[in-house]
């Protein structure tokens, strides 16, 4: 397996999400620990928001059902979240606030501890702890 040197020196990755149900995909970030840093509105209307949590961000846009409504999210894709806090701490508060866990927490065979959940959209998101790498 080969690697490759970065010539990117990114100072910020804020990967964005169209959802079908805005409201309902804010209460479920925030369920998870996140929180609304920006609001995006037109008219009164609220077309998206920028989550954060530590220096992590995650934008949540309205759908506007352009590509029709049946179109299916989430497929393929799984949002990582690191951090260093207790892995079973948070999966208790996420379940409180009534977000379902799919797994976990479970030790991890890389290391760290590890849950996995689906937002409302079927976007998968596993919360970790943070590991040592093998260098």
Request: hydrophobic share 40%; aromatic share 6%; glycine share 12%.
């Amino acid at each position: 397996m080969s690697t490759t040197t970065a010539t990117l020196n990114a100072t910020r990755l804020a990967p964005g999400i169209t959802v079908n149900d805005l409201e309902k995909s804010v209460a479920f970030y925030e369920g998870l620990g996140l929180a609304v840093d920006q609001r995006w509105e037109e008219e009164g209307k609220l077309l998206g928001v920028m989550l954060k949590g530590g220096n992590a961000e995650l934008g949540l846009t309205q759908d506007d059902w352009k590509k029709g409504k049946d179109r299916v999210k989430g497929v393929g894709m799984r949002i990582w979240i690191q951090t260093r806090q207790d892995i079973d701490d948070l999966a208790a508060k996420a379940k409180a606030a009534g977000v379902a866990i799919e797994s976990g927490p479970e030790a991890m065979p890389w290391g760290g501890r590890s849950f996995a959940v689906s937002d409302p959209d079927g976007f998968k998101v596993s919360i970790s702890s943070e590991y040592q790498s093998e260098k």
